[in-house]
């Protein structure tokens, strides 16, 4: 398996490739049960286990198409059903799956992971005989319509092992990776179980910000100064007794602020975060970002901070940048990088994007990686700088 696993599961950064890598399980449920659902599978990514699902398929020929490929791909190795009275009476999805499920498994001589949760903690019966009460005034048709007897037959069958049921009681996550573990280790990561690591070294600085991790490390001049203004600045950079500090910029106070940070990956040793805002601007060629960065680190971090952070900072990846919002037009910048510098277009230096470009200078982008901007010739632009923190420190 990979040393290196892409820290959250395919839909939470909106990316619709199918997995790769890694080994994984396809995760069934009812997107009318997402709300709990998404909590399950919070708590199974810290856990460490690979999976795949989507926040947006429908039912129809592509939906299938896209589950028959998830399924047969060879990183696949099991499947959780999350699986209520939405599953059931809510088309005919769940059967499918099963089937798929049950086609897979025997290609893959019975070694697929396999588990039932009950969002509502009901057993399959209570569900089915839920479902039954729920259309008791229903015609004939109608009920054929709503709980069609082959998917109701479908579901008794496979679900009918006390064993492979999970209620949403006592220590169900951990029991459900224990059972994965057993047949499937592969699919328990252990950059992920590192996320811990990375819990524990900064507690509550590290914190889930719509469905992706957000960190406060360091610091760096962010908003307008509104304090009490009864010092003398005679350098650039003014510290008060507090450790708050000042910067002054453009005959502008600019207050010292924690750094937001996105996680982009969890290796074995690192963990990858890129800043979640454009945090200045520099205008320059290859040696001036360099020595951007170099003033950055030295400002930015305490001695104590310094000594977690792994190498120097460094220019951010397309592909990192895609992770800390899932598109790139969504970036923005602090009030000290738009009016300290008057940053003339959301542009940010990237450090691949020569390769794109096809050119040897930096360049960037002002609104997607679908769209760069061709007629962008001035080297200047906004920083978003990148870090790799120690986990083993």
Same mark, same amino acid.
């Given at each position: 398996?990979?040393?290196?696993?892409?820290?959250?599961?395919?839909?939470?950064?909106?990316?619709?490739?199918?997995?790769?890598?890694?080994?994984?399980?396809?995760?069934?449920?009812?997107?009318?049960?997402?709300?709990?659902?998404?909590?399950?599978?919070?708590?199974?990514?810290?856990?460490?286990?690979?999976?795949?699902?989507?926040?947006?398929?429908?039912?129809?020929?592509?939906?299938?198409?896209?589950?028959?490929?998830?399924?047969?791909?060879?990183?696949?190795?099991?499947?959780?059903?999350?699986?209520?009275?939405?599953?059931?009476?809510?088309?005919?999805?769940?059967?499918?799956?099963?089937?798929?499920?049950?086609?897979?498994?025997? %290609?893959?001589?019975?070694?697929?992971?396999?588990?039932?949760?009950?969002?509502?903690?009901?057993?399959?019966?209570?569900?089915?005989?839920?479902?039954?009460?729920?259309?008791?005034?229903?015609?004939?048709?109608?009920?054929?319509?709503?709980?069609?007897?082959?998917?109701?037959?479908?579901?008794?069958?496979?679900?009918?092992?006390?064993? %492979?049921?999970?209620? @949403?009681?006592?220590?169900?996550?951990?029991?459900?990776?224990?059972?994965?573990?057993?047949?499937?280790?592969?699919?328990?990561?252990?950059?992920?179980?590192?996320?811990?690591?990375?819990?524990?070294?900064?507690?509550?600085?590290?914190?889930?910000?719509?469905?992706?991790?957000? +960190?406060?490390?360091?610091?760096?001049?962010?908003?307008?100064?509104?304090? %009490?203004?009864?010092?003398?600045?005679?350098?650039?950079?003014?510290?008060?007794?507090?450790?708050? @500090?000042?910067?002054?910029?453009?005959?502008?106070?600019?207050?010292?602020?924690?750094?937001?940070?996105?996680?982009?990956?969890?290796?074995?040793?690192?963990?990858?975060?890129?800043?979640?805002?454009?945090?200045?601007?520099?205008?320059?060629?290859?040696?001036?970002?360099?020595?951007?960065?170099?003033?950055?680190?030295?400002?930015?971090?305490?001695?104590?901070?310094?000594?977690?952070?792994?190498?120097?900072?460094? +220019?951010?990846?397309?592909?990192?940048?895609?992770?800390?919002?899932?598109?790139?037009?969504?970036?923005?910048?602090?009030?000290?990088?738009?009016?300290?510098?008057?940053?003339?277009?959301?542009?940010?230096?990237?450090?691949?994007?020569?390769?794109?470009?096809?050119?040897?200078?930096?360049?960037?982008?002002?609104?997607?990686?679908?769209?760069?901007?061709?007629?962008?010739?001035?080297?200047?632009?906004?920083?978003?700088?990148?870090?790799?923190?120690?986990?083993?420190?």
């Amino acid at each position: 398996m990979s040393n290196e696993v892409a820290f959250m599961p395919n839909t939470y950064l909106d990316r619709k490739g199918l997995p790769s890598g890694a080994k994984y399980l396809f995760v069934s449920y009812s997107h009318k049960s997402s709300e709990i659902v998404y909590q399950d599978l919070n708590k199974l990514f810290d856990a460490g286990l690979n999976f795949w699902y989507d926040k947006e398929l429908c039912n129809g020929d592509i939906w299938y198409e896209k589950v028959e490929r998830c399924l047969a791909d060879e990183n696949c190795c099991g499947v959780i059903f999350f699986f209520d009275i939405n599953c059931l009476m809510g088309g005919g999805a769940i059967e499918k799956e099963i089937e798929l499920f049950e086609k897979y498994n025997r %290609i893959r001589k019975n070694l697929f992971s396999f588990c039932v949760i009950s969002p509502n903690d009901e057993s399959v019966y209570s569900i089915v005989r839920n479902s039954f009460l729920l259309c008791s005034d229903f015609n004939t048709k109608q009920l054929q319509n709503a709980l069609p007897e082959s998917r109701v037959l479908t579901v008794l069958k496979a679900f009918n092992q006390d064993k %492979i049921y999970k209620l @949403r009681t006592g220590n169900y996550i951990q029991e459900i990776i224990e059972d994965v573990r057993k047949q499937n280790p592969d699919a328990i990561s252990d950059a992920k179980n590192n996320l811990s690591k990375l819990k524990e070294k900064f507690a509550d600085k590290l914190c889930r910000v719509d469905d992706r991790y957000e +960190l406060l490390f360091g610091t760096y001049p962010s908003t307008e100064y509104e304090g %009490i203004r009864d010092f003398v600045m005679v350098n650039d950079i003014y510290q008060f007794g507090n450790g708050d @500090r000042i910067v002054k910029s453009s005959n502008t106070l600019y207050a010292f602020k924690p750094i937001k940070w996105m996680l982009t990956n969890v290796n074995d040793d690192t963990a990858d975060f890129v800043a979640k805002n454009i945090i200045d601007v520099c205008e320059g060629d290859n040696s001036v970002l360099t020595q951007w960065l170099t003033k950055f680190y030295d400002i930015a971090f305490t001695q104590e901070e310094k000594q977690i952070v792994s190498g120097m900072p460094y +220019l951010p990846s397309v592909e990192d940048v895609k992770k800390t919002e899932g598109k790139i037009d969504k970036i923005s910048e602090t009030e000290f990088a738009e009016k300290s510098n008057e940053l003339p277009y959301k542009f940010a230096w990237l450090s691949d994007m020569e390769t794109v470009r096809k050119r040897k200078t930096f360049c960037g982008f002002n609104g997607s990686v679908a769209y760069i901007d061709y007629n962008f010739t001035d080297a200047y632009g906004g920083i978003m700088p990148a870090i790799k923190i120690k986990l083993n420190n």
